[in-house]
């Protein structure tokens, strides 16, 4: 039984906990996490989510994303995330948290992570994950549009390649 804090509008823990797969209380929220990997070539590396998954299967996401479980806090849950997913240990200082979406009943934490990976060699998590590969920003709007890639905003994808580069949402030097 997987188990997830409840967190009050203003992100702070009510106390309470729900399990995977009930309904969200009112007025409440859980926090999920994605950890975006790009590499020195300015690539993200995405993965291609296993065709038996309940949600998306079959198609293509960002690098890592997931429930942060009772306990984790969001830098946690990314850390765990990723190496569960992929077999990639990260050090907290590698992991910059450049967004948070919040919609109805979720906080999602997206962190941007640079490090050159070989792909090849990384430790795919059976249950999630089917494959992976880097992609361009232009290769990841592509592959919306053909409705292979979860239909995220292409306005999302082209945030966070830029931030990747910079240290907050202004176009003017950092």
């Not at 906080?107 to 880097?134: C, G, P, R, S």
């Not at 979860?150 to 931030?163: D, G």
């Amino acid at each position: 039984m997987e188990l997830f804090d409840l967190y009050d509008r203003e992100r702070n823990k009510t106390g309470g906990t729900m399990e995977r797969g009930t309904p969200i209380p009112e007025g409440c929220y859980r926090m999920v996490v994605h950890v975006c990997i790009f590499n020195s070539d300015g690539k993200m590396l995405i993965q291609r989510r296993q065709p038996f998954k309940r949600s998306w299967s079959g198609m293509w996401d960002l690098t890592v994303g997931g429930s942060s479980v009772s306990g984790d806090t969001s830098l946690s849950a990314a850390i765990r995330e990723t190496s569960e997913e992929i077999g990639v240990t990260l050090a907290p200082d590698e992991l910059k948290r450049v967004l948070t979406i919040q919609t109805s009943g979720i906080f999602d934490d997206i962190y941007i992570v640079q490090k050159d990976l070989d792909e090849t060699a990384l430790t795919l998590q059976y249950e999630e994950v089917e494959q992976v590969k880097w992609a361009s920003a232009e290769e990841i709007k592509s592959m919306i549009d053909e409705g292979i890639f979860i239909p995220y905003h292409e306005s999302l994808i082209a945030l966070l390649f830029f931030m990747k580069d910079h240290d907050g949402a202004r176009t003017a030097q950092d």
